[in-house]
């Protein structure tokens, strides 16, 4: 059974520029959600981030659900330095 402590979204100075990750795995929320509107499954972000589970991703859609413009723009801002 998963922590409580991993279950969550948190903001760490320091750690991925300050963005919003899943729990203590320094994935950004923003990474997840930017490959779920590609069209990725919640079994091949499972695949490729092993540290995550389906709860994981359901919190993360929760998060953008209520933070949407934060990271809408945090993909945006990634977008524009990856073809800057």
């Given amino acids: 059974m998963l922590s ?3 279950l969550k979204i948190q903001k ?9 990750c899943v729990g ?4 950004p929320v923003w ?3 930017s490959f779920l509107q590609q ?11 092993p540290a995550l589970t389906v709860d994981h ?10 933070h949407r413009a934060e990271i809408d723009r945090d993909i945006q801002e990634q977008e524009i330095s990856a073809h800057g």
């Avoid at 760490?12 to 919003?20: I, K, L, M, N």
């Avoid at 203590?24 to 994935?27: A, L, S």
């Avoid at 069209?39 to 981030?49: F, P, S, W």
């Fill in 57 to 66: 991703l359901n919190l993360v859609r929760e998060y953008y659900e209520a």
């Fill in 12 to 20: 760490t100075s320091g750690v991925c520029g300050g963005r919003v």
């Fill in 39 to 49: 069209g990725a499954t919640d079994e091949e972000m499972i695949q490729a981030y």
């Fill in 31 to 33: 990474t997840l959600i």
């Fill in 24 to 27: 203590d795995t320094r994935i």
């Fill in 4 to 6: 409580l402590v991993s």
